[in-house]
């Protein structure tokens, strides 16, 4: 019998005679089936969809520092941050009356461009005002541009600052309240030892405010900031009143910055720069300040 000598091809006379088609055609079989297997061992198939790397987008904490109070309504919670109540409702989808209290748990943003304001009413003073809305004479008067603070026009619109405890318009009955009650401001009707207790008190609000500010929490900035312009309104203007006053408007902008309230925060820090021009010259001065500062000193 004839030997293999291994140079037959497949289709010569010896390897048809010898394995047949039958045996060729299972030859095949075994051959494809053993490539496919090696293929997918080897990484040559279809390749494995590659993991989704792409990082989550995160939203912005938008209410980093926006404490709700257990007794909190749209209309105190506004008066704290200084913008309308029924924009803050809108803006957070809360169908509630002004005066119903908010939910503990929800986590609100503030409305851009919509400061609280008041419609002046017949027979309001700014004294009146100030006693309802639990803010400065002083404070109102320099956020409104008032010369003469004695003159207040009939539906004119007055903005509430910050730090108020209501900015909700007050019932005829709370307004006529208000207005017997109130007495003009007295410039100075502290004794020197209140006053030193009261410039104590504002110069450690507004240090609680500045570190606030550090720790990235504008909004309680914002209320420390008004607790001590409270505190500085009464007081006869002096050298430490201007100080603590410049301060408080200077940390007030920067806060406001933080919270993309630019107009605000260029009143702010036109003040400040206005009581103390050495404020500009702060190291702390990041870029986007240093801008806002250059546009406050060129209005």
Not at 48 to 67: F, I
Not at 123 to 139: A, P
Not at 185 to 211: F, K, Q, V, W
Not at 259 to 278: G, T, Y
């Amino acid at each position: 019998m004839r030997r293999a000598t291994g140079n037959e091809k497949p289709g010569s006379p010896w390897t048809a005679s010898v394995i047949g088609p039958v045996a060729w055609d299972r030859l095949a079989i075994v051959l494809f089936s053993t490539m496919v297997i090696l293929s997918g061992c080897l990484g040559g198939g279809r390749p494995p969809s590659p993991p989704d790397r792409r990082e989550a987008v995160q939203e912005p904490d938008v209410s980093l520092g926006l404490r709700i109070e257990p007794s909190d309504t749209a209309c105190t919670f506004a008066g704290r941050h200084g913008v309308e109540p029924t924009a803050l409702l809108a803006i957070n989808g809360l169908d509630l009356d002004l005066e119903e209290p908010l939910p503990p748990a929800a986590e609100l943003v503030l409305p851009e461009g919509r400061p609280a304001r008041y419609q002046v009413r017949r027979g309001d003073t700014l004294t009146s005002l100030s006693r309802y809305f639990g803010v400065s004479v002083t404070e109102l008067a320099r956020l409104n541009a008032l010369e003469d603070a004695n003159r207040l026009g009939i539906d004119d619109w007055l903005q509430i600052p910050a730090g108020a405890s209501t900015v909700c318009p007050p019932t005829p009955e709370q307004a006529e309240s208000t207005r017997s009650s109130a007495q003009p401001e007295t410039t100075e009707a502290l004794d020197p030892e209140a006053r030193r207790a009261a410039l104590e008190h504002a110069e450690t609000a507004i240090r609680a405010a500045e570190a606030r500010y550090d720790a990235a929490d504008f909004p309680s900035a914002l209320e420390l900031v008004g607790v001590a312009r409270h505190v500085l309104g009464p007081l006869t203007p002096d050298a430490g009143v201007e100080r603590l006053s410049a301060r408080a408007s200077w940390i007030s902008g920067l806060a406001l910055v933080g919270l993309e309230r630019r107009e605000e925060a260029l009143s702010e820090l036109r003040d400040a720069l206005r009581r103390d021009p050495s404020l500009a010259d702060s190291p702390s001065v990041s870029p986007k300040i240093a801008a806002l500062l250059e546009a406050a000193r060129k209005r």
